[in-house]
């Protein structure tokens, strides 16, 4: 099993920065490809970020490309999303999530990861 915890939102101003960690613990001896979602309120989760274990392979969403970078340290276990220019668009509950896989696949969807984090609030003002 592995846990996901989850740092780093907050509030920001419009053209701000925030950069979210997602430290896993656990069964992390195994590659795990992992993932950024976002809820923002009355929509559904949607993925905003996707990175495999051989952190290389990468897939944003339209809407944060140029903006928004995920990244990880296999070492610390430690996955993240650096957010760059915020909109208040971007206002959401940030969820990172990880599933068991080959160095070299990245997971897009939310159906296909096993382990979730509790979340962290952005806000981001105009």
């Known amino acids: 099993q592995v846990h996901l915890v989850e740092s780093g939102g907050g509030l920001v101003q419009a053209g701000g920065s925030l950069r979210l960690s997602c430290a896993a613990s656990?069964?992390?001896?195994?590659?795990?490809?992992a993932g950024w979602f976002r809820q923002a309120p009355g929509k559904e989760r949607e993925v905003v970020a996707a990175i495999a274990w051989s952190g290389g392979r990468t897939y944003y969403a339209d809407y944060v490309k140029g903006r928004f970078t995920i990244s990880r340290d296999n070492a610390k276990n430690t996955v993240y999303l650096q957010m760059n220019s915020l909109k208040p668009e971007n206002t959401a509950v940030y969820y990172c999530?990880?599933?068991?896989?080959?160095?070299?696949?990245?997971?897009?969807?939310?159906?296909?990861?096993?382990?979730w984090g509790q979340g962290t609030q952005v806000t981001v003002s105009s």
């Open positions: 999530a990880a599933a068991f896989a080959s160095r070299f696949e990245v997971l897009t969807t939310h159906d296909q990861y096993d382990y």
């Open positions: 656990g069964r992390t001896g195994s590659s795990y490809a």
